[in-house]
């Protein structure tokens, strides 16, 4: 490879700094391990680890490897946006991830992205560019790794030196053969506190997630009703789970981020739960607007609300509770029902005779009898 070449790809890195990224790296495609990935990704499908998320059953073999998607690319850029604001709650008491709680990821990285690409076209003439973050099917934490960017811990996230766990990820595709970074050094060593701070045990062994246990996907990803068993386990969490990033002992180096976009937005962390229990469809959209909470939908988010005041047991709740008993969404409906069971006063149990009279909905009925 040329000077000429690796002067462009540490002009793309030095930009990619310039516009907000805490770390970014390249990776030929051409490396002996990718493969692996693709792998790894096969067999934890095959045990059947992913849930209900089908898009990675369907999208198997694109996201085995990026050329899968676009034969002519060569290199990949990877990029870090830490999120780290270690002047606001942790998620479990503020019962809300870190990464959710300003600018949806997306727009924050992508529009970052979208400008570094812009860089690389000009650096770089007669260069195609493709953008992805989180979308697109790119294995972003192995590419990630591969690229130098930081190493893949045993909670499957990944962890940069001077961010911790506290990153998101993009990427960017071109068609021209850049210098590659070395690879990331994995530095876990015998720890294993990811492991043991997970409140569910979905991470039954390192380096593997058991996504139907995990509380970020059970309060953001499925579209049903939350286990009973597991809803115990969720506490006070109504979209996302910190836990095991926070068990981190990488996370003390970790440097506050420097974007205010990733603060949290005013009255998020301080609105009472039964308050969101009066959002209708319009007011949950105007509420949260640009953020990554409008991923989980309006009855997925009120249902993770009624979940967390079922564990709260707070008699002050059967009014707020009462009112999602009549909620156009069944998913809203059941999950009080069960919230209102797990308070058992008095007003509760009265709520709990009413609906049951006029209930039709069979997947209510079955929240409403053991309630």
């Not at 294995?139 to 930081?150: D, K, Q, S, T």
């Not at 609906?355 to 929240?367: L, N, Q, T």
Request: proline letters at 7%.
């Amino acid at each position: 490879m040329s000077d000429d070449g690796q002067s462009l790809a540490d002009a793309l890195k030095a930009e990619a700094r310039r516009l907000g990224f805490c770390a970014a790296g390249i990776a030929s495609l051409d490396t002996p391990t990718a493969g692996e990935a693709g792998r790894r990704l096969d067999a934890w499908v095959e045990r059947g680890d992913h849930g209900t998320m089908q898009w990675f059953e369907r999208m198997r073999s694109e996201r085995a490897h990026p050329r899968a998607l676009w034969p002519a690319a060569r290199s990949l850029v990877a990029v870090a946006w830490s999120y780290h604001r270690p002047d606001e709650p942790d998620g479990q008491s503020a019962g809300i991830a870190r990464y959710a709680r300003g600018r949806d990821y997306h727009r924050a990285v992508g529009s970052r992205l979208r400008a570094l690409a812009r860089f690389a076209r000009a650096a770089l003439p007669g260069v195609e560019a493709r953008v992805a973050v989180d979308t697109g099917p790119v294995l972003e934490r192995p590419w990630a790794e591969i690229a130098g960017v930081g190493f893949v811990g045993k909670h499957t996230n990944l962890i940069a030196r001077d961010a911790g766990n506290w990153i998101l990820l993009g990427e960017i595709l071109l068609d021209r053969a850049l210098p590659p970074d070395p690879p990331a050094v994995r530095r876990c060593g015998t720890c294993r506190r990811c492991l043991d701070a997970c409140p569910t045990g979905a991470i039954p062994e390192p380096y593997r997630v058991d996504a139907r246990r995990c509380i970020s996907y059970l309060t953001i990803e499925l579209q049903a009703p939350i286990p009973r068993e597991l809803r115990p386990l969720v506490g006070e969490r109504i979209f996302g789970c910190d836990d095991c990033l926070d068990a981190c002992p990488w996370n003390r180096f970790a440097r506050a981020a420097d974007s205010e976009e990733v603060r949290a937005r005013p009255g998020l962390l301080d609105t009472p739960l039964e308050r969101w229990l009066e959002l209708d469809p319009a007011g949950f959209a105007r509420r949260f607007e640009g953020m990554a909470i409008l991923r989980a939908g309006r009855g997925g988010f009120l249902r993770n609300v009624c979940v967390a005041l079922g564990n709260r047991r707070d008699p002050a709740s059967v009014p707020a509770l009462k009112r999602a008993l009549d909620d156009d969404d069944p998913l809203v409906r059941g999950a009080a029902a069960w919230a209102l069971g797990r308070i058992g006063d008095t007003a509760a149990a009265e709520a709990l005779a009413a609906r049951r009279a006029i209930e039709s909905e069979d997947a209510v009925v079955a929240e409403l009898a053991p309630a």
